[in-house]
């Protein structure tokens, strides 16, 4: 091999391995700290851009997660606060039946009918209070609401609002009814019947939404896991490869500095020729 003071190629390629195992080491070391084999569009520009765009997907269907959330916490309150209602109207049709005897007091008569009263009272309580986050699909102060169902916004689902105020359409009694009398209760009794399942009507049509927002909840949630897991196979780093890596570019950069120094040292023969 020729010995050049002017060019000493040795040196040259000494270095230029060296450089090929730093940047492979810093490559490495990067990966393991982000554990990101993509970390940044120079590293991989159409992997990164396919990542991005899974990523704005992801985003995309967590805004739809939480809106569908909030539609499952209405349509509950609204079918649990429902199912009170129905137990109140059956409590009512108890009274309307009792008020129907003849052979009652007065006292009994007027106890009943107090007792019927407050029970109204209580279905207008209890339809004020069906309220989530300022929606209430119950007591007439809010129509059908609709909720995100795509990550694009382009769908959405609904929860129809079905209004159980007293003297509506659904509920016909109304907040001065009574039944102070055998004749009114006997006309009650008509009112309550349509009234209850009337309400079961309703709250069925409510219930078979919030199932339909229940199934596609899940399967929203499914397809984000689903995106995730394949952007993770994207971009992931194999932290076990790169340690095993990390430990094999560590030992090749520590040869590359020792065969740049043997090379640097080369030139030197040449003094020992003229000692």
């Not at 309580?125 to 102060?141: C, K, R």
């Not at 009650?188 to 409510?206: E, G, K, P, R, W």
Request: charged share 10%; hydrophobic share 40%; glycine share 6%.
């Amino acid at each position: 091999m020729t010995i050049s003071v002017q060019n000493n190629s040795a040196v040259l390629t000494a270095l230029q391995n060296l450089n090929r195992s730093n940047d492979q080491l810093a490559n490495v070391q990067q990966e393991i700290s982000t554990t990101l084999s993509v970390a940044q569009p120079k590293d991989n520009p159409a992997v990164w851009a396919t990542a991005q765009g899974q990523q704005i997907d992801i985003n995309g269907l967590g805004a739809v997660t939480q809106s569908l959330n909030r539609a499952s916490s209405v349509s509950d309150v609204a079918l649990s606060a429902g199912q009170s209602v129905v137990d109140l109207l059956n409590q009512i049709k108890q009274d309307v039946l009792s008020a129907q005897d003849s052979q009652l007091d007065t006292t009994a008569r007027a106890s009943l009918n107090t007792d019927f009263t407050g029970l109204l009272q209580r279905i207008t309580t209890t339809l004020q209070s069906a309220s989530f986050d300022g929606a209430n699909l119950l007591d007439g102060s809010s129509g059908n609401l609709s909720f995100l169902a795509t990550a694009d916004a382009s769908q959405s689902v609904t929860l129809p609002a079905q209004n159980l105020s007293l003297g509506g359409g659904i509920i016909t009694l109304s907040s001065t009814s009574s039944i102070n009398s055998t004749q009114a209760a006997s006309a009650m009794m008509a009112q309550v019947d349509a009234s209850i399942a009337n309400v079961t009507s309703a709250l069925a049509t409510i219930g078979d939404q919030a199932k339909l927002i229940s199934a596609h909840s899940t399967l929203v949630q499914n397809l984000s896991t689903v995106l995730t897991e394949g952007r993770g196979d994207l971009i992931d780093a194999d932290t076990a490869a790169d340690s095993a890596r990390l430990a094999a570019l560590q030992v090749q950069q520590q040869l590359g500095q020792q065969s740049l120094n043997v090379a640097n040292a080369m030139p030197n023969v040449l003094l020992s020729l003229f000692r």
